[in-house]
């Protein structure tokens, strides 16, 4: 029986940790959260030490502890969500040789193209390579090098040493599951994203066939398990930094992407939900394997039995928002601060407000190009500042429309009802609203900030007795209040305007881009 009657789960973001002590029925009882640098030493690199993420979640352990003071007794498990497509090279101790390289890392591009190249190519792949990957593994790794594919390549090439010397190539997720732990372990959908695993049903696991085409070693690679499996107990230096439970069970988990599907309640066959954070994705569970090229987007392998996972990536959402709002006022909105405060007078919108192109760090969905850059088209003399807010909401609102209109096109995707939307950024009223418009859809808004938590909570429950699958644990999800979106009709014909004319500049912007690249 579980000693306890909560679920510590634990959302490690790109800024920051979000952790909530989660009850039975699925409801946060407390929440904090911490944040953590993130070091951008060059152009295309961002890095991360993976002891700030740790710190931070020891200091969000001890807030949680002002507000349950009896949180060691009462925590039955310890579960994690984390950050994806991230590397962490670590020594036999399970110590970080280098900094992390996160997934805006992007380092790795020349090296991913020049590695994939050769005749006969489609899409930029030689066509026995990218046939293999589309094969076993449902797709392949990117061409903007920031994937751990790309990653581990870029290390074995420039950094050989660090390759050596490592024994494991973790992500985020791992990396915490060991620093818990003492056991190396990765998820099915981090496994997925290292495009080394074989994902056909019944022949999931590490592929020597897909290691040997791009020469990386599996042997560095550590086991693969389920999300709702039990990692580990707390080790006993873990849980005195930590204030918990030494033998405290710690739960799998995986990545953000999978427990915000999780925990946006949204997971029927076909249930499409979206998240809004630093960046923007669209993604719901599917009863198949789906691959779509053209479109830059896949379904990955889910962390929970295998389930398939559709998941079309947006690379800039609210660190679009936060920009403009830091470079128009830095003092007020640095690191993305007051966002709501920052885009609540937007004034009435024109006709000839500026177009806005979100691509602030390169694009993957329904573009696969690192090198597109972002910009405004169209600015005047008459345009001020709330002219400038109104075209980034709207770029970002737009940008999610032009995936979104590949990826409802699919068979089997729900094209009515309600569309929930989680992440940080989805709290802004202007934004929510934005989309709503864009898409003509209603949008939902409950536990936004928090679906990675819950659904990482969700994971851990049936390990604990408290749901018979995380399906039913999240399905608790759907039936908790949140803000409705209703589409605004005069919005919705003005955005359809605006996106017939953005439309081809989006088309020029790419060629141009991709002449000069």
Known sequence: MAKGDLILAADFGTSGVKIGAVTRDMRLLATAIEPYPLSLPAPSCAEQ????????????????????????DRAASLVFGAQMCGLVC??????????ALVWLDKRAAPLMRKTVRGTPSVAGYRADMGLRWAVLAN??????????????????AHEPEIYAATAHFLDAHGW????????????????????????????????QRLADQVGLDLERMPPIIGGDAVAGGLTRVAATQLGLRAGTPVVAGGGDVSASAIGSGAVEDGALHICLSTSAWIAGFWDRRVLSPTHAYATITG?????????????????????????????????????????????????????????????????????????????????????LKRSVIE???????????????????????????????????????????????PVRVGE???????????????????????????????????????????????????????????????????REG
Request: zero cysteines; glycine letters at 10%.
């Open 49 to 72: 030490n993976p002891e700030d993420w740790w710190d931070a979640l020891v200091r969000g352990v001890a807030r949680l502890q002002a507000d349950v003071p009896d949180l060691a």
């Open 90 to 99: 670590a020594d036999a101790d399970g110590h970080p040789l280098r900094p």
């Open 139 to 156: 797709g392949a790794p990117s061409l903007n090098g920031m994937d751990p594919t790309g990653k581990m390549l870029w290390i074995k």
């Open 176 to 207: 915490l599951l060991r620093r818990a732990t003492g056991a190396a372990a990765m998820t099915a959908d981090n496994a997925n994203l290292t495009w080394l695993m074989d994902t056909r049903r019944g022949h999931e696991g590490w592929s």
């Open 303 to 387: 962390p929970v039995a295998y389930r398939p996972l559709l998941i079309a990536t947006q690379e800039s959402a609210g660190s679009a928002l936060g920009w403009l709002a830091e470079i128009i006022d830095p003092e007020r909105h640095a690191g993305g601060a007051g966002l709501d405060e920052f885009y609540r007078d937007l004034g009435e919108p024109r006709d000839d407000d500026p177009l806005f192109l979100p691509w602030l760090a390169g694009e993957r969905v329904p573009v696969d190009e690192e090198r597109l850059r972002g910009g405004f088209h169209g600015l005047s003399l008459r345009h001020d500042r709330a002219a």
């Open 395 to 441: 770029g970002v609102a737009l940008n999610l429309r032009w995936a979104w209109s590949k990826v409802i096109r699919r068979r089997g995707a729900q094209t009515q009802g309600a569309v929930p939307m989680i992440g940080g950024a989805a709290e802004n009223p202007a934004l929510a609203q934005a989309v709503a418009d864009a898409l003509n859809r």
């Open 448 to 514: 936004a900030r928090y679906s990675g938590v819950l659904g990482a909570a969700a994971m851990a429950m049936p390990s604990l007795g408290w749901a018979e699958t995380v399906w039913q644990a999240a399905g608790k999800v759907q039936n908790q209040s949140g803000i409705l979106y209703d589409p605004q009709p005069d919005r919705v014909a003005l955005l359809n305007a605006r996106a017939a004319r953005i439309e081809p500049l989006r088309r020029a912007m790419v060629r141009l881009y991709r």
